[in-house]
């Protein structure tokens, strides 16, 4: 429906009592009190497609249908200064003044707070009297007329959902296995399962701890492995874990020697000074890692190797806890709960890039579907009170509705909940489109 440009509707009604009509206020801390709201809260006249029976006696019940809403403003007062007595009552006179199109009406009346109609104001009394002079005119009307007759929450509410998209799923990891043997991974037992080139010193008694004193700057501790010379065996690809105590306690670097097959050097891998540990992928050629502290600088004092730790990947794939499902996929479906007891019109959004969108009531099957692409950044706006399609904000697209789509003034919400579902021509699935849909409860 037409709006003309005003302020936000409602944005003056703060308390019981009030009542707005465009930008013009009423009621408590106003100049305009009132007695009576009539057909604020009457049922409308409705319009019945009952037929009597002609063979029977009583009636075969029809569809009813509201007429418009006529909303009186009874026992209207006007008060103030006598000096400014025109000037209030000539704001109300604009105000009200005939007009094409429909503004908002805003009237709170109780606890349950306020709710919006849209109406023009017909008729308008303002007694001349003695009160111009007194500065207080009583006996007052308006009568306001909404040829939609519903009334509706002031708070628009919004669904929004993207074109269906698969969730990746469970991601499953490569599992690693621990290859230190126990006591080197605890630090204590032989003293050969660690070497070194005579700096640092490796001392220890083969069954308790094993200490290490580094004597100058890049003093390297070398793990020793059972396999050999150069480590433990790895393939190309495979992921690598070193962890060191020692590294951390001591700022000293971890670092991760590759060799190949042949025992020739392939590359290092070396953490920053302190780090705990270091994970790094085997190159190209590593046939062997080896697990190396090296030293930033010398120590006054041995100090322990301490716990360690060499994880290498198996190649296998293992659920880890706690499982990761990936980024949630879309659905498609969103739902719109109608609060009120009467049907509401919905306005619907559908963003592109998207081919052929539609939106589905999938209670009843009801469809609003439209045979044409949008680009990204095109909006095809449905207004389904209005029963118009427009893109861009200008465009109409009401053709383009394919043959399965209802009429767009027949899709509506009734109070409850809606399940809705969008989708698209199939091969349209960009997940940056999306539909929108805008509604307000509504009430009789």
Known sequence: ????????????????????????????????????????????????????????????????????????????????????????????EAATAPRVDEIPL?????????????????RRAIPT???????????????????????????????????PVSEAGLAWDSAEAEVLPAGQAAGVGEVWRWWSDGDPVITGDNVGPVSVRPLAEGAELVWASPHGDYGWPVTPGRTVTFASQLAAEQGAMTTLRWWDATGQHVADDTSTPGAASLTATAPA???????????T????????????????????GVLAWPLNFGTPG??????????????THPVVEFRGPVTMPSLTNTATGDVLEYDLP?????VLVVDTLAGTVTLNGTASR??????????????????????????????????????????????W
């Open 1 to 92: 429906m037409p709006v003309a440009t005003l302020g936000a509707a409602g944005a003056l009604v703060t308390e019981p009592g009030h009542v707005q009509y465009g930008d013009l206020l009423l009621g408590p801390g106003t100049p305009y009190r009132w007695r009576t709201l009539t057909g604020w809260g009457d049922l409308p006249p409705l319009d019945s497609g009952t037929v009597q029976r002609a063979d029977a006696h009583g009636a075969y019940p029809g569809l009813l249908l509201a007429q418009s809403r006529t909303v009186g403003v009874d026992g209207l007062v006007v008060r103030a200064p006598r000096a400014q007595i025109g000037e209030v009552v000539g704001r109300l």
């Open 106 to 122: 805003v009237a709170w009346v109780d606890e349950r707070g306020p709710l919006l109609t849209y109406a023009r104001a017909t």
């Open 129 to 163: 009297t003695t009160g111009y002079r007194l500065g207080t005119i009583v006996g007052g009307a308006i009568e306001f007329v909404a040829t939609d007759p519903r009334r509706y929450a002031l708070a628009e509410q919004a669904a929004t959902a993207t074109l």
């Open 285 to 295: 050629g590593a046939a062997w890692a080896q697990p190396v502290v090296l030293f």
């Open 297 to 316: 600088a010398a120590l006054p004092a041995a100090v322990p190797v301490g716990t360690s730790s060499l994880r290498i990947s198996t190649g296998a």
């Open 330 to 343: 879309s659905t498609g479906r969103l739902s719109v709960v109608n609060p009120g007891s009467a049907d």
């Open 374 to 378: 949008l680009a990204a950044g095109d």
């Open 398 to 443: 009401l053709y383009s509705a394919s043959t399965r789509s209802v009429p767009e003034q027949t899709f509506t919400f009734p109070p409850g909940t809606t399940p809705l579902m969008f989708r698209a021509a199939p091969g349209s699935n960009d997940p940056a489109a999306s539909v929108v849909v805008r509604y307000r409860a509504a009430y």
